[in-house]
């Protein structure tokens, strides 16, 4: 089958860190006031809560617990894993996410120790903070937080998340369309195979300006479940992999 399709040109340059390609994520993922109780005082009234899920890449069997660092020395434990979001968590509203391996500082009057710490959404009901382990540390994050609300991502969708620093175009469902490093991109594909399944396609840019295909396969379609792809350069490797989750609303 010839793979030539008219896809976007890919970059030449393709050469983006790391930090930089989340960076641009975050940035591109930047409710009624609660009524006031007569004569309440303002340390009375209830902090506002955000459902939080977390998800851990490169996939390993086994990640690390994590705590959720607080406000006034409140903690939340958390489960990490890669194969699926973890949670629902109910956290109080912050503006960043802060995380650590202990509920306590090693000394008194001691900071815990954070090993990720990432911007919240104020205005995301739902948020997936997404935990990508450092080059060369064990217990290192990078992070960012993204709106996965079931009004920014409903069932027979797929949100597309390159974090790697190659350029990507996709054939989904019989629709063409490109991924570039540090985009999220939401898909909603028809079934070109059945009314519940689509096939998707993927290929990767190259700098003699070709495409090659990568991946290839067949997407169930459900009102009952959504998907998240994320394309990423695992820690002192040149490939570019790709790890899927379905969500089940």
């Known amino acids: 089958r010839d793979h030539r399709l008219p896809l976007p040109e890919p970059s030449r340059n393709m050469k983006p860190r790391l930090l930089k390609i989340l960076a641009s994520a975050t940035l591109l993922l930047s409710g009624l006031p609660t009524p006031a109780v007569a004569q309440q005082p303002a340390a009375a009234q209830q902090q506002p809560e955000t459902t939080l899920r977390i998800l851990a890449l490169p996939p390993r069997t086994e990640h690390p617990p994590l705590f959720l660092i607080q406000e006034k020395a409140a903690v939340l434990p958390l489960e990490t894993a890669s194969s699926r979001l973890t949670g629902p968590y109910q956290a109080k509203a912050a503006k960043r996410w802060r995380f650590a391996l202990t509920a306590t500082p090693a000394e008194a009057n001691k ?139």
């Open 111 to 249: 900071p815990i120790p954070l090993v990720a710490n990432c911007k919240s959404l104020p205005s995301a009901a739902e948020q997936l903070v997404v935990l990508i382990r450092k080059p060369g540390a064990e217990t290192s994050y990078a992070s960012f937080a993204m709106d996965i609300s079931q009004s920014a991502l409903k069932g027979r969708q797929f949100l597309v998340i390159n974090l790697s620093p190659t350029e990507i175009a996709g054939d989904i469902g019989g629709s063409r369309q490109a991924f570039p490093p540090g985009k999220l991109v939401t898909v909603s594909p028809k079934g070109n195979i059945s009314s519940d399944l689509c096939h998707a396609a993927f290929f990767t840019g190259a700098p003699d300006g070709k495409w090659k295909p990568f991946f290839s396969t067949n997407w169930p379609l459900n009102d009952k479940i959504r998907g998240l792809v994320f394309f990423y350069q695992p820690p002192g490797s040149d490939k570019i992999l790709m790890h899927t989750i379905t969500d089940f609303l």
